[in-house]
């Protein structure tokens, strides 16, 4: 059991000490702070410097693709990241991305109309893969059953393996991603939002599920990030790096070009998520997603210390929608809101109560950050 904290918050960002690892120097700045300034923002400035660097990149991709029908594929979700990725992808880069869409059930209409706006503007194929509901329901029940903060990992698995499953298995040889330092810098702490662990994903499916996952798409972090790039040649790029990303300013640019719309706060394109990140996790731990997403803004310039501190005294959604949602979720999984909810006032547990492969990630992340290939801090 972690010992109790004197709570403390950043005195440049607002994460605190709901992350029991965070530390902090003489002048209260935090580790995130730091590392940011010592690691990610050097090499991020040296991209931004770089002005022929996407178009070098776009060159790249197209000279190693020639001959094949697309130059890339792009995970397409309908959110601000994926989206404007498919314009800089398209219109900038000059390649022929495929998108690819992967429909976990919990989409909200606004995300699949995004989607629509999206493709249909800049006249890109898409690739929907459906996964298989019964698997999906059962799997997200077993998470919800082993009282886990990381309750998207199921859909977030299945997004991350069905893509790079499907560009290996097309031979699509670039994954462009909508990673980037101007909103991703700060990664939130591995007690909050756990890492892709297939060892761990299927001891909780092993404990509490009832449904054999036969088609449930799975890809684990040894095969994605070692064996399809050294075997397969899977390249992934974050283009996001190469242009410059003030989230407000697309968005608005979004919805002038494509009549795209905003969702209230980042991920809450699908009900889940939203219901997730708004209130399993402040209610269950005590974890606000949104502290680092705010950090991120303040390191980049983008909003205010003051500014961050105003919205996290607001509550992420509104309590009657979040209750509506818990319904809505509970109906969906085949279980009372009454059984949900006790599900919910469980003891809580983290990964380490289940077979996993945390050891083996922290130290591959280790050797990734020391060739250069990881930017985030790890911990």
Request: aromatic share 12%; hydrophobic share 35%.
């Amino acid at each position: 059991m972690t010992e109790k904290r004197e709570y403390k918050r950043c005195s440049c960002c607002v994460m605190d000490t709901t992350d029991s690892k965070i530390s902090f120097d003489e002048n209260g700045v935090c580790d995130y702070c730091r590392d940011y300034y010592k690691n990610i923002l050097p090499r991020w400035q040296a991209q931004q410097q770089d002005k022929e660097l996407l178009k070098k990149t776009a060159e790249r991709i197209k000279r190693d693709t020639q001959g094949q029908k697309y130059n890339c594929i792009i995970g397409l979700s309908g959110g601000v990241d994926s989206s404007y990725l498919c314009y800089v992808a398209k219109e900038l880069m000059g390649l022929n991305p495929i998108c690819y869409v992967c429909d976990t059930g919990w989409n909200l209409k606004v995300a699949d109309e995004n989607i629509k706006r999206i493709v249909e503007a800049l006249e890109l194929d898409v690739h929907t893969e459906t996964v298989n509901w019964e698997e999906m329901r059962d799997l997200q029940l077993a998470f919800l059953k082993s009282q886990v903060p990381y309750q998207d990992l199921p859909q977030d698995h299945a997004i991350f393996a069905g893509l790079y499953n499907y560009a290996v298995k097309n031979g699509i040889k670039y994954v462009l991603t909508g990673a980037n330092s101007a909103t991703e810098c700060i990664r939130p702490p591995i007690e909050w939002v756990y890492q892709n662990d297939l060892r761990f994903i299927k001891d909780v499916h092993r404990r509490f599920g009832k449904v054999k996952l036969k088609t449930f798409p799975m890809c684990s972090m040894l095969k994605y990030r070692l064996y399809y790039p050294l075997f397969k040649g899977m390249k992934r790029i974050a283009p996001l790096d190469m242009v410059e990303y003030d989230k407000e300013k697309v968005k608005a640019f979004l919805q002038e070009r494509f009549g795209w719309e905003p969702y209230t706060n980042k991920h809450f394109e699908d009900i889940f998520t939203r219901f997730y990140e708004g209130w399993y996790l402040p209610h269950k731990f005590g974890y606000d997603k949104r502290k680092c997403y705010l950090s991120n803004e303040i390191l980049v310039g983008t909003k205010t210390r003051e500014e961050a501190l105003r919205e996290l005294e607001q509550p992420p959604y509104d309590y009657e929608t979040a209750m509506q949602d818990l319904d809505f979720i509970a109906g969906k999984l085949g279980i009372s809101s009454e059984e949900l909810k006790s599900i919910i006032d469980g003891e809580n547990r983290s990964f380490e109560d289940y077979k996993n492969s945390f050891g083996f990630i922290k130290l591959g992340t280790v050797v990734l950050r020391t060739l250069g290939l990881e930017k985030k801090k790890f911990r």
